[in-house]
């Protein structure tokens, strides 16, 4: 016990200098120059309980600009500990001290994908690493801002390839492909520029390969366990050339791979052009040489999002049943929900031809339901003032025709 806090008096003893310089300053480590002076005075052991004691008393700083001072430090320390050859645990000393101060810069510094890719390759050890992905899947739920959001894509992507250069364990790469996935839900929700239906037309050279031609590009999220969908239609044959779940958004980009060993496998990517809604992307795969297109939105569900809810609407307001149309089609959707944020729909014609099962959101701060049929097709409506009153207008698009209509309904009294 004596000795316990004998060890305790000497590492705050060794603390003191720094503390005291800390009192004039906004951060830690005024003089960084004088502390590394001082320390290069000392022995390997004192050194060694220099290092431990700077990270207990600074593991749970969040401001950036002292985690910036105390990561510079880190580095000096673990410098000053490599030259003088010190045993190994200060060197694991000095070492946990500057991982510490790594981690905590990613968490609590300014959203910068580049920059928190760049950290995280600095972070020594899968655990760490882990580490830093769950903090910001655990974050994701207080974000809104669409950049940041891309920004944290950008972090999901790298993070995910250095975690597989390093050997981690399968669970820290699948841990940044969910942190990837979940944003992409969430960036669909917020701004789904994206989600729509395009024209597209391949390169003279891309059709020379002598593969099937597509000609639209249908994305929607799909409201289910495949998250964003992206398919390639020949519309002429009513045929899906290539189908993909679960894509990705990394800023102004779209991407998917499919994986098979019993198909052709292939990825995609295209680069959209938010304010004009041309696209130019490309098709790779085991079979042919790169297959390019481009080409221009035909319609995205931004539209439906856009304009003013008439009032405060909340679950009530979507929930019974609605008389209308969809692509001219007369006949009733009747919403339900059967599980906190998740909405079911029928609809059926008025002469029993046609039934539709839907299931999907309902964004009450737009005043917009997004209801998808098995992938095939999009439904999605917001609540606005018509010529009659309140009215829920929007369009549907399908992934197997290529065609978008316009649909509207009324809530019945």
Known sequence: MFSSILRALFVLSLMAPMTSMASYCNVPACDIATEMSRLETLNSDKRGEY?????????????????ENLYTFAIEVKALVEAKKDDDWVLRAAND?????????????AVDGDNLVALYRKLEGQ????????????????????????????????????????NDEDWVARAATALITEITVKLTNLDPAHEGLYDVAMTEASLALGTLAFDKVAVLDSSSNKNLVVVFINSKLRVTVYSYSNAEIKGNEVSGVFMSSGDISNKFSFVLDRASGSIQGSIESTKNDTIEFAGTQMFSTRTVFAGSVPRSVGTADVLGTMKGSIAGIQGKLAVKTFMPGVYSATFTSDNGSVVLSFQGKFFPKN?????????????????????????WMGTSFSTITGTFAQASFQTLK
């Open 51 to 67: 290092a431990l004691g700077l990270k207990a008393k600074y593991k749970d700083v969040s401001d950036a600009a002292a985690l």
């Open 97 to 109: 001290f500057l991982n510490t101060m790594v981690l905590n810069l990613a968490k609590f510094s």
């Open 127 to 166: 655990i760490s690493r882990y580490a830093l992905i769950t903090h910001w899947q655990s974050e994701l739920k207080n974000i809104e801002n669409v950049k940041t959001l891309e920004a944290l894509v950008v972090f999901g992507a790298g993070a995910r390839t250095r975690s597989i250069e390093a």
């Open 367 to 391: 005043g917009v339901l997004s209801l998808t049929s098995s992938d095939k097709i999009k439904l999605v409506l917001s609540l606005r003032e018509g010529v009659n009153g309140e009215e």
